[in-house]
């Protein structure tokens, strides 16, 4: 149970990783094409710690998007502990693509239907609702990626 729990968490650093810097990217893309800098949407993240200014702040900074990139960072890997446990050792590629779809379904409803406003990611300040949507996609592939690139190398 030990050693299961450990490759996990390992599975979930790498996934969670992944899926992070695809999703950021993807939202810097939406941040931009909204009419915003691409820091915006990191920035956002913060709003958490910094409610007023966060979701306000266009240039990078330490505060804002540093602090956003971790939070963000830190959210994925915590999904990618779902997404690990959903998919088993001997999960098939279609396995691999369920999990991750029902991972980022519900993170989407987590983040925006169940916690407080407080601790929704704040990506809401700066994107559409279709770069919103596109930003959960890029986090579903960016866990299915990694999955299926550890498949293809124990083959």
């Known amino acids: 149970m030990h050693s299961r729990l450990i490759e996990t968490l390992s599975r979930a650093m790498f ?11 993807v ?12 820091y915006s949407a990191m920035n956002a993240v913060a709003h958490c710690i910094w409610p007023e200014q966060a979701p306000k702040e266009e240039a990078p900074s330490v505060r804002f998007t540093a602090v956003g990139s971790g939070i963000h960072l830190g959210s994925a890997v915590f999904w990618g502990v779902l997404f690990e446990t959903l998919c088993t050792s001997r999960a098939r590629p279609r396995d691999v693509v369920a999990a991750a779809i029902a991972t980022s379904v519900t993170a989407y409803v987590v983040d925006y239907h169940v916690v407080p406003k407080r601790f929704t990611p704040g990506y809401e300040a700066r994107l559409s609702k ?19 690139a550890r498949m293809g190398r124990s083959r």
């Open 15 to 25: 996934s969670g990783a992944s899926a992070g810097v695809a999703s950021a990217l």
């Open 130 to 148: 279709r770069a919103l949507a596109s930003t959960y996609v890029a986090l579903g592939a960016g866990f299915a990626m990694v999955a299926l």
């Open 27 to 38: 939202a810097a893309a939406g941040a931009s094409k909204s009419g915003h800098r691409p």
